[in-house]
């Protein structure tokens, strides 16, 4: 049985940062790449980074991009999103999801195209 289980939400003040965790159980973690969507209230789940199975090509969404890092650690089968600079505007339901990927030509950005996901961990940014 697969899972996926994000922690390391909370709430912080603008500009601080949070570090988010993944941990995954049930699948050969390296033959997936992983994401991270959010989903904020009354609007609908979006993209927000992407890795790959080796950790080396990422891809982020524009308004993530410089602030959020996204990483993986094979060994401990977990991904990571540090996110820095926080915004009210990045206020939402983090999730976690995996792809079972041979290539990288593309970044999986669309939720359709993965396989599992987390239940999701509350990330609140006060102004």
């Known amino acids: 049985q697969v899972q996926l289980v994000e922690s390391g939400g909370g709430l912080v003040q603008a500009g601080g940062s949070l570090r988010l965790s993944c941990a995954a159980s049930?699948?050969?973690?390296?033959?997936?790449?992983l994401g991270w969507f959010r989903q904020a209230p009354g609007k609908e789940r979006e993209f927000t980074a992407a890795v790959s199975r080796s950790g080396g090509p990422t891809y982020y969404a524009d308004s993530v991009k410089g602030r959020f890092t996204i990483s993986r650690d094979n060994a401990k089968s977990t991904v990571y999103l540090q996110m820095n600079s926080l915004k009210p505007e990045d206020t939402a339901v983090y999730y976690c999801?995996?792809?079972?990927?041979?290539?990288?030509?593309?970044?999986?950005?669309?939720?359709?195209?993965?396989?599992?996901w987390g239940q999701g961990t509350q990330v609140t940014v006060s102004s």
């Open positions: 999801a995996a792809v079972s990927r041979t290539s990288w030509l593309t970044a999986p950005t669309r939720e359709h195209e993965y396989d599992y």
């Open positions: 049930g699948l050969t973690f390296s033959n997936y790449a």
